[in-house]
């Protein structure tokens, strides 16, 4: 909302308000953000090519302009199947994150909430594990079945969370009440399944702490349907969950239907970020610190607040993925300990020099 | 004068526990009505039942309306809850333009109509220039206003408000009334409002009901309605009501040594004193 007595009727005061929308100066930011990790995590790496070469690789892949990079053949390949598809895969897990993240603390109207509240992390976790002791994939390829049963895994809980916590009452606490014990349930039997699966232990521990690792295409490709639907759907219904920002009670009063538009938004939310968690793991605090960060730099409306979750949890995911591959390079940290290690205190940053009450 | 809001034997249940056991009202286009009534009888589920929040049984006409759906009610009823729901970091422009959701849908942007109305409603209320201001940031005054606002820029016939004096002083809660009886002249609104304040009640409005034990028990002029029988039967209050000019005006007398002998004393002490009706 600005003042702006140019557009529209001039009122008395001569302040005419304006919605709060997001504004091109936002929009600008989350697209330089997107660009300047993509750049970087294209152009940095162990392999040592010229950052000019594979700006000149990428802009030759481009319909219609052909460029000569000058690269070999290796690493024209270094370049265009694995960094890129790397690239786009963090994209991807990190705008589905952050948007998941984003409206599943509008949904419940708590600052709390992450994408993982209803059981999705527990379910992909244990689903992971049961494929992983039974020898039936390895984490590592697509065609193996640790991604379908961590995907399985994540939706199931989160369909028990919801329809226990229906059973419980209709408020939202007793669906938050009823994800926590989901949870808690499925930790437990993945604890179990630990335990007398010691031999597995490094490769499940490996995977529950995440990582943006490709085979080619196959994973963005994988994901890319999942991203595009659920946050479409999300991104939707940014305006009923600024409504849904005075409760129950009074959204209903202003001709909304709450909890059909909570089933809903959840529903998006989780598939997205279900079928995010079975290619990448388990990545923590990118769908609570992303919204966070943004709302207290841009505002809380949801309608500023999805559409730059989705660029800045983008942007976000790719450059914690540099990090963690070029550390300890040429090892590889796990991504969930770069997204808590950075995010961590760039949030205290944030809040910090942050003067917005949004909470 | 046609009825813009009747209601015939309407009873709702919550948790199966009866609050509203058949309640009979019937109010005009343009009426102001105040509900009283002690605590727990029921005043805050009567408007949640005309507003659709409750099932009930019984009938509920609300003029014009032509569809149960909530959007459609929306555009009928607007409502002023005791304890509105701030969204930490909402601007007040914001929170206005809630108001218009019933006109403009849930996925639709405001139209240039939506925030020129709403821009009206914030002058109208002296909150011009807080439309940039945080919803929390306001004192408790500005904030009831912001809620009115809300309710106005939905731009209904009827308006609900519950309890709308609760939180304020006594200037601000003249204030909040005056402003009410005036947007009612203006644009013809038909009020109905539930108070606490039984002198207010009087004051305001062209009649009172007396809810109690889930009926309507009396209603009418405040005059005929707000009497020390009616104020000790059905709030179990020890008053006395003197007249003025404008009305019943309703003292609580000192209940200690009331207490320490019996009631009955007490409430005919006022009549006496006050009550000629």
Redesign the interface.
């Known amino acids: 909302?600005?003042?702006n007595g140019a557009?529209?009727?001039a009122?008395?005061?001569g302040?005419?308000?304006?919605?709060?929308?997001l504004r091109a100066r936002a929009l600008v930011a989350g697209i330089v953000a997107v660009v300047i990790a993509v750049v970087a995590g294209l152009t940095i790496g162990p392999a040592g090519i010229p950052a000019h070469r594979v700006l000149m690789e990428l802009a030759d892949l481009l319909p219609g302009i052909a460029v000569e990079s000058g690269l070999n053949d290796a690493h024209k390949a270094i370049v265009t199947d694995i960094r890129l598809p790397r690239v786009v895969l963090g994209l991807l897990v990190g705008a589905t994150l952050g948007t998941s993240g984003a409206t599943y603390q509008a949904a419940f109207r708590n600052p709390l909430a992450d994408p993982y509240l209803l059981g999705i992390a527990a379910g992909a976790g244990l689903g992971a594990t049961i494929a992983i002791v039974n020898d039936i994939g390895d984490g590592a390829g697509v065609f193996d079945l640790v991604p379908i049963a961590a995907f399985g895994g994540a939706l199931g809980a989160v369909t028990v969370a919801y329809l226990a916590g229906h059973i419980g009452g209709r408020s939202t606490a007793s669906l938050i009440l009823a994800g926590i014990a989901v949870a808690s349930f499925l930790a437990a039997c993945q604890t179990y399944l630990l335990q007398a699966n010691a031999d597995a232990f490094r490769r499940i521990l490996a995977w529950l702490l995440g990582r943006i690792a490709t085979s080619g295409w196959a994973e963005p490709a994988l994901l890319l349907p999942y991203f595009l639907v659920t946050t479409a759907i999300m991104l939707?219904?940014r305006?009923?969950l600024?409504?849904l920002?005075?409760?129950d009670?009074?959204a209903?009063?202003?001709?909304?239907?709450p909890r059909r538009?909570r089933l809903i938004v959840l529903l998006a939310a989780s598939l997205g970020a279900a079928a995010a968690v079975s290619v990448s793991g388990l990545i923590s605090f990118v769908g609570i610190i992303v919204p966070h960060a943004i709302?207290l730099v841009f505002?809380?409306?949801n309608r500023i607040l999805l559409p730059l979750s989705v660029l800045f949890g983008a942007a976000f995911l790719v450059l914690a993925d540099l990090t963690a591959r070029t550390v300890l390079s040429p090892a590889e940290l796990p991504i969930g300990v770069v997204t808590a290690f950075l995010g961590a205190p760039f949030f205290v940053f944030v809040l910090r020099t942050s003067r917005?009450?949004?909470? | 004068m046609s009825a813009a809001v009747e209601v015939e034997a309407l009873e709702v249940s919550l948790d199966r526990t009866p609050i509203l056991t058949g309640v009979d009202l019937s109010v005009s286009a343009g009426e102001w009505v105040n509900v009283v009534g002690p605590n727990g009888a029921g005043k805050t589920t009567l408007l949640?039942a005309l507003?659709?929040?409750v099932a009930y049984d019984g009938k509920v006409h609300i003029d014009g309306l032509s569809s149960q759906?909530?959007?459609?009610?929306?555009?009928h009823?607007?409502?002023v809850?005791q304890s509105?729901?701030i969204?930490?970091?909402?601007?007040v422009?914001?929170?206005?333009?809630?108001?218009r959701?019933?006109h403009r849908g849930?996925?639709?942007?405001?139209t240039?109509t939506?925030?020129?109305i709403?821009?009206?409603v914030?002058?109208r209320l002296d909150l011009?220039?807080f439309?940039?201001r945080?919803m929390?940031s306001l004192s408790g005054g500005e904030r009831q206003r912001a809620v009115l606002a809300r309710a106005l820029a939905?731009q209904t016939p009827i308006l609900l408000l519950d309890e709308p004096t609760t939180a304020l002083d006594l200037g601000h809660q003249q204030d909040v009334l005056d402003l009410v009886d005036g947007l009612r002249r203006e644009r013809g609104l038909t009020v109905i409002a539930t108070l606490h304040d039984l002198t207010l009640a009087a004051r305001y409005g062209d009649r009172v009901a007396i809810l109690s034990e889930g009926r309507v028990a009396a209603c009418g002029p405040p005059d005929g309605v707000l009497t020390v029988d009616s104020i000790a039967q059905h709030f179990g209050a020890h008053v006395r009501v003197l007249r003025d000019s404008d009305g019943p005006v309703i003292v609580p007398t000192a209940t200690t040594s009331a207490h320490a002998t019996s009631a009955a004393p007490a409430g005919r002490a006022a009549t006496q004193n006050g009550d000629h009706s």
């Open positions: 909302m600005r003042a557009s529209g009727a009122s008395a005061s302040i005419q308000l304006q919605a709060s929308a939707r219904y305006r009923a600024d409504v920002a005075v409760g009670e009074e209903a009063a202003l001709g909304l239907e538009i709302r505002g809380t409306s917005r009450e949004i909470w | 949640r507003l659709g929040l759906r909530r959007s459609v009610r929306a555009q009823l607007a409502y809850p509105p729901v969204p930490q970091g909402m601007l422009g914001d929170y206005v333009l809630l108001g959701t019933p849930i996925f639709a942007a405001e240039a939506d925030t020129r709403a821009t009206e914030l002058e011009g220039g439309g940039e945080a929390q939905q």
